[in-house]
């Protein structure tokens, strides 16, 4: 079992940064590849960013690509999303996930989630 902890959401201005944090316990992060996935209003978890094991490979979706940077701290047991130039689109709860064994977009991938955390981007 992982259990997985988001924090550092909050509201910010359009143009602005955040960075958020998901924090897991329970098993060494290191066995997962992690990603990050959000939600907002009325629409369909989509998938944001995901990061391979050790850290080398990352994949990012295209709405996000070039503003958003994910990465790890294995040692820490820690995965991080610096989100820039933040525009009210991206408002939506963001949610970490752990794939035990495939580096994916999909959700269905993903063996457990945090329980998110809310961003706001106001206009």
């Known amino acids: 079992q992982v259990q997985l902890v988001e924090s550092g959401g909050g509201l910010v201005e359009a143009g602005g940064s955040l960075r958020v944090s998901c924090a897991a316990s329970g098993r060494t992060l290191s066995d997962y590849a992690m990603g990050w996935f959000r939600q907002a209003p009325g629409k369909e978890r989509e998938f ?3 990061i391979n094991k050790s850290g080398g ?7 996000v ?8 701290d294995n040692a820490k047991n820690t995965v991080y999303l610096q989100m820039n130039s933040l525009t009210p689109e991206d408002t939506a709860v963001y ?3 752990a794939a035990r064994y495939s580096l994916s977009s999909r959700v269905g991938s993903y063996d457990y989630w945090g329980q998110g955390t809310q961003v706001t981007v106001s206009s």
Do not use: D, E, H, N
Request: include cysteine; charged fraction near 15%.
């Open 95 to 97: 949610y970490c996930a």
């Open 57 to 63: 490979t990352t994949l990012y979706a295209v709405s």
């Open 48 to 50: 944001v960013a995901v």
């Open 65 to 72: 690509k070039g503003r958003f940077t994910i990465s790890r």
